[in-house]
């Protein structure tokens, strides 16, 4: 009969500790246990969280290491593209979205089990240029000079601006765009960045890797914005040529003094465009509030047009309505030549963006 390792779901403990808790070699090896770091097993069924393969990355396996780049912005709650390392930004749930010091992060994700084509997480870290790189599986160590640190509870990790120069490195400037706006934005999971520090503590690390990708995106960059989808849909909009539209708008109901926000505004002809995450209007009592907004802003003389996430991958249908939409109302719109050479150049880059999580 298998042994009952109850006691030991979340573990993550050295072969020789393991043994010393009775387990023997040939229960290391069977697929009840999966290595993480050499020498480092968990169980399949129940693996170590996130954050506790961090902690054994940076107490055990590399002492004294720097938690950095996707590692650093998981922990954080930056956002992160889905396709990136095989979906490590969906390892970070919504409910884990308030910040709390103690909230764990799975290290898979949630329903399922190691083992087959489910896998732990890549971690990174960053340790001092004269140091060793080598580990083993499961970790990528950059040899750099330091850059900012903070303590996200028990773990050192890069700060929130250093982070983003490190994701600068992997990603295109339009994803850095959208970790920028969740960092500074309303929702932002730790507050109190603004473009400001973000780019004083970017250009303390002049020269290094990733910077002037990472001042681009802060040029870009905007405040106010409330989800990914929205940070790449306004970047697509510009690109296509049409004028910047102002990012969450808020309109003031003169009666009521109730406030709405417009996703994406131009306010010269009161039209806005909405952008609805895969995550929107999962409930009847959503949509109809989703219509009560609408009704109010129409009261208001604001027309309003709706895109999602399939616009993003497929956007030539979207464009040209739009270019038509609000080219009738007296906007400057690109030509149709331009608006489906940027339609055919976006769906072959096929964005991959981290599902919003559904507004209140």
């Avoid at 950095?68 to 490590?88: C, F, K, M, N, Q």
């Amino acid at each position: 009969m298998a042994r009952d390792l109850t006691r030991f779901h979340g573990a993550l403990l050295h072969r020789s500790e393991w043994m010393r808790h009775g387990l023997h070699p040939r229960d290391l090896a069977s697929d009840r246990f999966t290595t993480v770091f050499p020498g480092h097993l968990t169980l399949s069924d129940h693996p170590a969280s996130f954050n506790g393969l961090a902690w054994v990355l940076q107490n055990t396996v590399r002492p004294g290491c720097v938690l950095s780049h996707t590692t650093a912005a998981l922990l954080w709650g930056i956002p992160l593209p889905w396709r990136l390392e095989d979906g490590v930004g969906m390892l970070r749930q919504s409910e884990l979205a308030g910040g709390a010091e103690g909230s764990l992060i799975p290290s898979v994700r949630l329903g399922l089990t190691l083992g087959g084509e489910v896998s732990l997480p890549l971690l990174h870290c960053r340790v001092h240029p004269g140091a060793s790189s080598s580990v083993g599986r499961g970790v990528i160590v950059h040899r750099q000079r330091g850059g900012a640190t903070a303590r996200r509870g028990r773990l050192l990790v890069s700060s929130q601006a250093e982070t983003l120069r490190e994701l600068a490195t992997l990603l295109p400037v339009w994803d850095v765009v959208a970790a920028v706006e969740a960092v500074i934005g309303p929702d932002a999971v730790h507050p109190g960045e603004t473009l400001e520090s973000l780019r004083a503590e970017v250009e303390a690390r002049r020269g290094a890797a990733g910077t002037a990708r990472t001042r681009r995106a802060l040029e870009l960059a905007r405040e106010g914005v409330r989800s990914p989808g929205e940070s790449v849909m306004r970047l697509m909009l510009m690109a296509a040529g049409f004028p910047e539209p102002a990012p969450n708008l808020p309109v003031e109901d003169p009666r009521t003094g109730k406030v709405r926000y417009i996703d994406l505004a131009w306010t010269s002809i009161r039209f806005g465009l909405e952008y609805d995450g895969d995550g929107h209007r999962t409930t009847k009592e959503k949509w109809r509030e989703d219509e009560t907004r609408r009704d109010e802003l129409a009261s208001q003389g604001w027309t309003l047009a709706r895109s999602n996430g399939d616009d993003l991958r497929r956007p030539l249908r979207m464009l040209l309505r739009l270019q038509r939409s609000v080219g009738e109302r007296g906007l400057r719109v690109p030509t149709e030549q331009r608006v489906r050479r940027t339609a055919r150049r976006f769906a072959a880059d096929q964005p991959s963006l981290r599902l919003d999580r559904q507004r209140p």
